[in-house]
């Protein structure tokens, strides 16, 4: 096999199986970093048997420089031609159906649905949300360091950002078992373990999300409460409430990326930590190294890999020629190791600054929720990092097979008493 064949495929869900091909983004970095990419033929299941779809390959924008001028050129890359997710809609109904997303929209669209929002996600109204994270963060690592044995993911890591969803959205905290199976079928669509590929599991998931949110709306428009639910289900734009399936759509964007990228930056985090017992120990040791180690965690994680543009004219990138109607492909997780705009891209500093990473995204689509997840991630590892030097792994951690998310499905362990403890990690204070 020549050592071309060898490479691996970036497009392919199944690589990332493996770990994210940060050897082949360098490479692509440097030899152009706005290139072709075919994409690979994917089975999936439906309408009873099995059938290939087949991308229609994709311009990667690797580096830094090139995923910063697409994300400022929002008219000549747009999200709503096309969508923002790398699989090309299916049908014109499936587009016109993706189109109700924020993620999926342009101008003006765009800034009127986003505006319903912002208010609830602004630094002041996170800050508010401080203590009621903090002892959810508390309660958890309080519990899972008791444990015998324990899941990072799933018994911290996919449970806080459920919780503070839960709260957020003003739902019962027992239904966020509910959000975390419907946005992993959704997310996970490629992981056989999850969507498995089958486009009527996935429908069948947005049939269910959707009855539950209209069920809770329909409560919310009778008795009125003060949660993000009820502002969304009473709230006008251009003089009118959003319809059943835009309401929906905001409901379900916002439950999954509301906890799948918190989740996976936690666990990644972690993972990226245990992996450098000279970090965790400095990090345990000087706590108010916190705001700099997350946004390291967040660009070493990069826990959403890219988002998807599509040219609207004749154009170029970087000295690459687009032709409208391409497919632009924005790969965070490349550029976020990109040597020219970040020292020693493969160390991991957890007090490296300034650190433009790329993580939440840049322009008018810039993540929602970028100061919720900062909080969260922090309140997390504040409390769990000094009890991370007693932490082992006991079996074998699995990471989604994914080309969008970044994530961990499980990393299991527990957290040993008769190990030494790391600076401040005081085993008898929890
Ligand atoms: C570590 C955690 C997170 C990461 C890495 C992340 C990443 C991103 C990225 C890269 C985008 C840009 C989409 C694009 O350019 O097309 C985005 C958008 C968005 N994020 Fe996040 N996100 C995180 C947490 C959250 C949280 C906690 C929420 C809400 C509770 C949230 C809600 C949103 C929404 C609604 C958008 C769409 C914004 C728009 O299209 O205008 N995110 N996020």
Known sequence: MSPVAQRPDVAHPATYGA???????????????????????????????????????????????????????????????????????????????????????????????RRLVTSVFTPRAVRELHDSVAAHAHELVRR????????VVADLAAELPLLVLADLLGLPREDRH?????????????????????????????????????????????????????????????????????????????VVAGNETTRHLISGGVSALLAEPAQRDRLAGDMSLLPTATEELLRWVTPIMQFRRTATEDTELCGQAVAEGDKVVLWYVSANRDGAVFADPDVLRLDRNPNPHLSFGMGPHFCLGAHLARLEAQAMLRELVPHLARFEVTGPVVRLESNFVNGLKSLPGRFNPDRAAGPDGAWSSC
């Open 178 to 254: 509910l959000l975390y199976r419907w946005s992993n079928n959704l997310v996970g669509f490629d992981d056989p373990e999850y969507g498995g590929g089958d486009v009527e599991a996935y429908r069948t998931t947005f049939v269910e999300a959707f009855q539950y949110a209209l069920t809770v709306a329909g409560e919310r428009r009778r008795s009125p409460r003060d949660d993000l639910m009820t502002l969304l289900a009473t709230s006008e734009v251009d003089g009118r409430r959003l319809t059943d399936r835009e309401f929906c759509s905001f409901w379900l964007l916002l």
């Open 19 to 113: 770990g994210v091909p940060h050897v082949e983004f360098a490479r692509m970095r440097r030899e152009a970093p706005v290139s072709w990419v075919p994409e690979p033929a994917l089975w999936r299941r439906g309408g009873g048997g099995r059938m290939l779809s087949q991308g229609s390959g994709f311009w990667a924008a690797t580096s830094h420089e090139a995923v910063v001028a697409a994300s400022r050129q929002p008219e000549l890359f747009s999200s709503g031609r096309k969508g923002a997710f790398l699989p090309d809609p299916r049908t014109s109904a499936d587009l016109e159906q993706a189109r109700q997303l924020l993620v999926n929209m342009d101008a003006p669209q765009h800034s009127r649905i």
């Open 144 to 151: 899972a360091v008791r444990l015998e044995e324990c899941d």
